[in-house]
Structures are given as C-alpha cells and as structure tokens.
C-alpha cells in the first residue's frame, strides 16, 4: 500500500499527527482504527513522546527523517493488515 495522499506534504509534527490519524481511519476494523488511534494519541499525550522528546530539534534533516520514518511506520501498519484482509 503506498501512502495517503498528501504523505508528501507532511513538513511538520501537527501535520503528522494528522496524517497518522488520516491512516487509521483506513483500517479495515474498527477495533484496529481505535487502537492506532489512541497509540497516536498516546505517543502526544504521555509526556509527549517524540513530538516532545525531539522538540529542540531544529536540524531540517533530521526532522525530516523523523516525519519520515513514522510514515514508513505506519505505512507498514496498513500493509499488514491490508494482506489479512
């Protein structure tokens, strides 16, 4: 499965977020969409995980390989559950 649409214009953590939640309304079930979900919301609300943790970042690099990575990430979630289908 390629990514959503608009996978290519995520530059910044609050467009993640959204594009993450964007993917899991893509799940096939619903028990699966409001697990990644509260994941997602999990990663913001505790401590606020990798938004907080990577914060002072201010290499545009690296956060572009952040941003990068977690769309990989979840990319490989839907595939995973694409092929169960």
Known sequence: MV???????????LQLYRYLLRC????PAENLQNHYKHAVQQVLV?????????????????????IKRAIEDADWVM?????QT
């Open 24 to 27: 899991c309304k893509q799940l």
């Open 79 to 83: 595939n995973k559950y694409k092929k």
């Open 3 to 13: 990514p959503l649409p608009g996978a290519e214009l995520v530059h910044k953590p």
């Open 46 to 66: 505790e401590a606020e995980g990798s938004f907080r943790v990577h914060a002072d970042e201010d290499d545009p690099e690296r956060i572009h390989q952040i």
